[in-house]
């Protein structure tokens, strides 16, 4: 049976995550009766989120992840975003996208389905990327703010003992990179990005 699981998110908890809630609800008896909700206040620029975490975690395969538009789900770096759409795939996901009206017909199989998985594919990379840039932007006209003023950030320090941990655990071999994520208490993001650093 398949579930539509829709995930909305805004980024600060001043921001109504549950904006688009009843819309999509609608929405989402296109595809099936059975929907379940994932609502947060959280950053999209983030990999590890907890409700959406918990959407990954719960989905089975053919289920519809279901979002109102490709920034609710991602303004996240190419390297993390390629990791949620593997997670995505992985899952056997189908990716709705309200306001991208072409993956509306992803249920469909055959040559069309084939056609439009394609299409698709490229302008959620495209949405993605766009989200993010605008993220980007948005985060360099507040530090040029903040310069102009007079303010210098500190940016934040890797945890260097979660950091070791991680290195310790990729080296037994004997641990996924899931399971050495919730080991240490990070996003799987984080074991990726150190993976990558040795």
Known sequence: MVVVRIYVRASTKDQDAERAL??????????ASDNISYVENFSGTLLNRPQLNRLLNES??????????????SRLSQQDFEILKHQIK???LKLIVADLPTTHHLIKEGITGDILSVINAMLIDLLA???????????????Q????????????APNRAKHERIKQLLALETMTKEEVAKAVGVGVATVYRVAKLN
């Open 90 to 92: 992985q899952k056997g």
């Open 22 to 31: 009843a819309d999509l609800v609608e929405f989402s008896q296109n595809y």
């Open 145 to 156: 703010g903040l310069l102009r003023s007079g303010y210098k950030p500190q940016g934040k």
């Open 60 to 73: 089975k395969s053919g289920d519809v992840l279901l979002v109102e538009s490709v920034d609710r789900l």
């Open 129 to 143: 990327t766009m989200a993010r840039l605008d993220n980007d932007k948005r985060n360099e006209r507040i530090k």
